[in-house]
């Protein structure tokens, strides 16, 4: 793996607790421009890479380099890599607009740029009908929602410090499937408009078709990596996932399209 001072780079990362192994020896490489989805069964390792990356969890080997270096201050990492994790908790009475506004906090713009972002962020999101409602008082579909415009607004400017990467941890798990493509395409413009994205999903399907490539985990260890058509075929879905699938072409995308036998 070429390591570059504009990437994000996981680099032999382990993580071992009381004797079991929760990630084993991972190198991932996510560059700007580009959808990078995880996938793999339930305790496979997912989350904790994404703690990893964040910095919520120090592996016990490896290291993690944002932009070419792992000691970033909490401060500018902030401005450089957004993380929305699986589950968000929140029980004050903030209007939404309040809860997205927290994501400026580490920003230096001033407060009327700050709610033009938070406005801009939450139509990303389709969410700015929301704007004025009391954060309680939603659905979790539409809090997950509120929380993925909080972490764009937080790196919605381009930064001097160096490229910017948003980390979702299955974004899509609590909504209707209007809203998943809505999620997936969001990330898809970003990384189309220079910022790196890792998406840590569940749905073979959604992940073939937004993503540039995929990395698969299981028990801790890469199991298959590579673009979509590479690393999703009938053989590695079987091992990995203990499903019978076929895999055909997407008529419209030109993706893989797994079937369920």
């Not at 570059?4 to 996510?30: C, E, P, R, Y």
């Not at 029980?91 to 400026?104: A, D, I, N, Q």
């Not at 058509?229 to 993706?255: G, K, N």
Request: aromatic letters at 4%; one cysteine or more.
């Amino acid at each position: 793996m070429s390591v570059s001072n504009q990437s994000l780079n996981v680099l032999n990362a382990s993580v071992h607790i009381d004797g079991k192994t929760l990630l084993d020896d991972v190198s991932i490489q996510v560059n700007p421009g580009e959808v990078v989805t995880v996938l793999g069964p339930n305790g496979a390792g997912k989350s904790t890479l994404l703690k990893v990356i964040s910095g919520e969890r120090k592996p016990t080997t490896g290291e993690v380099l944002l932009n070419g270096r792992s000691d970033w201050p909490l401060s500018q990492q902030a401005l450089m890599m957004g993380v929305l994790p699986q589950s968000s908790s929140l029980s004050f009475p903030f209007t939404v607009e309040e809860v997205v506004l927290l994501g400026r906090i580490p920003c230096t713009s001033d407060h009327q740029e700050n709610l033009d972002i938070v406005s801009k962020a939450l139509k990303e999101v389709d969410g700015f009908h929301l704007k004025d409602r009391q954060y309680t008082t939603l659905s979790g579909g539409e809090k997950q929602r509120v929380h993925m415009a909080r972490v764009l607004s937080q790196i919605w400017t381009e930064s001097e410090l160096g490229k910017r990467y948003l980390l979702l941890d299955e974004p899509t798990s609590a909504l209707d499937p209007a809203h998943q493509q809505l999620t997936l395409k969001m990330a898809r413009k970003q990384a189309d408009q220079g910022m790196g994205v890792l998406v840590i999903l569940h749905d073979l399907n959604l992940a073939a078709r937004y993503s540039d490539r995929l990395v698969i985990l299981k028990e801790g260890a890469i199991a298959a990596q590579g673009t979509p058509a590479e690393a999703l075929t009938r053989e590695t879905v079987d091992a990995i996932f203990d499903i019978d699938v076929t895999i055909a072409e997407h008529p419209v995308y030109q993706c893989p399209l797994v079937i369920n036998n």
